[in-house]
């Protein structure tokens, strides 16, 4: 069982008013323990760097400490799982982010930390056409990766088009929520939740009574980012919460991906905008999900293996298995999905050529040679 007294005085402190997650990780790493941090001296708090005097006042009133025991009995009381930031279990992918929440609070049995798991976001007017490009990569992706994660947020649009996809393709899936568990919004949604609980998650680092407010929702966006490997924008205008996401993702160095549209649809030109700047992979297929994030599809691997010679080297393996997959690619492709500079592989590339295993054409492609 977790510390109780560490943990109310880490609960305690990310209640207090403009302290946020950052600050408070600071605060614990500098003084040892949220504990120390609320036994600290005023005269002290307000010498470390970034604590003023109204956070330092805070600090030192002791009104948050009712709260936070009153949060833990709750806590205690629904079964919720609680996950402080430096604890190993702690979703690693959040360990990442800079902002990632001093706590997460989480009702059901996902793992945090699969192998792969994907955010997808959009808007929340999804066209008929927006509804099955979801449920068809979702599909998609379910058959060659039954143990993929899918997470949004719960809202109405592409959010709930993607839990109640992975729900129905036997996927887990995990929705982060803009408020605390006392309640669920939208309350239409309440069914869909109660089958998330018992097949994925739903998660906050929002207290129990914190109520389902616009900016609260904007908050959470960075757990959608930071949550996954990539996040992949299905149908979005130019503004509102999946753009955000979006660019959240992209300050994590995380991949984003869109699916483009026709120009002029409104719910396209987020989208669009996203695959023109360059701040997003176009997705028109699961395969594209696929080459973008370098996943071999499942028994492409034992496949392939047969088709190799016994002398190749790790490196002309490699090589092998991403054109064999993709069929045929460029030599650009090949240097970024291998992360390596192009003068790096050329040798590579000419054996496997010489060899008979691929071929060049014009326009520096490589092909798989039937």
């Known amino acids: 069982m977790k510390n109780d007294k560490e943990l109310i005085y880490t609960i305690a402190l990310g209640m207090v008013p403009s302290v946020g997650d950052i600050n408070a990780k600071k605060l614990i790493s500098h003084l040892g323990s ?79 930390n699969e192998n792969k798991i994907i955010s997808i976001v959009g808007t929340r007017n999804i066209t008929r056409k927006g509804k099955d490009i979801c449920n068809s990569l979702i599909h998609d992706l379910a058959c060659e990766f039954p143990d993929l994660i899918i997470s949004s947020g719960l809202a109405y649009g592409v959010d709930i088009t993607a839990h109640k996809a992975a729900l129905k393709e036997n996927l887990k899936t995990v929705a982060v929520l803009g408020h605390g568990f006392s309640t669920i919004y939208p309350s239409v949604h309440l069914a869909i939740a109660k089958q998330i609980m018992s097949q994925g998650a739903l998660i906050t680092d929002f207290p129990s009574f914190e109520a389902p407010e616009r900016n609260n929702f904007l908050k959470r966006n960075r757990i959608i980012a930071g949550i996954s490997d990539a996040t992949l924008v299905i149908e979005s205008g130019r503004k509102g919460g999946a753009m955000i996401t979006a660019d959240i993702a992209l300050s994590y160095n995380r991949e984003v991906m869109a699916v483009p549209g026709s120009p002029g649809t409104p719910y396209s030109e987020g989208c669009n905008l996203l695959i023109k700047s360059n701040r997003a992979a176009l997705i028109e297929s699961a395969n594209d999900i696929f080459y973008t994030l370098n996943w071999l599809k499942s028994g492409s691997e034992n496949k392939q293996r047969k088709l190799f010679p016994e002398d190749l080297s790790p490196l002309e393996d490699k090589i092998f298995e991403l054109i064999y997959e993709f069929g045929e690619l460029s030599a650009d492709q090949i240097s970024n999905s291998m992360e390596k500079p192009l003068h790096q592989l050329s040798s590579a590339l000419l054996k496997l050529e010489f060899s008979g295993y691929i071929e060049s054409i014009p326009g520096n492609i490589y092909r798989r040679k039937n």
């Not at 009995?73 to 992918?93: A, V």
């Open 34 to 112: 949220a504990t120390a941090v609320f036994k600290e001296p005023y005269h002290s708090l307000i010498k470390i760097p970034g604590i003023g005097k109204k956070m330092a006042s805070y600090l030192c009133s002791g009104e948050f400490m009712k709260k936070a025991g009153e949060e833990l009995d709750y806590i205690r009381k629904h079964n919720i799982d609680i996950k402080r930031f430096d604890e190993p279990d702690y979703p690693e992918r959040l360990k990442e982010c800079p902002d990632s929440p001093l706590l997460i609070y989480i009702k059901g049995n996902a793992s945090l």
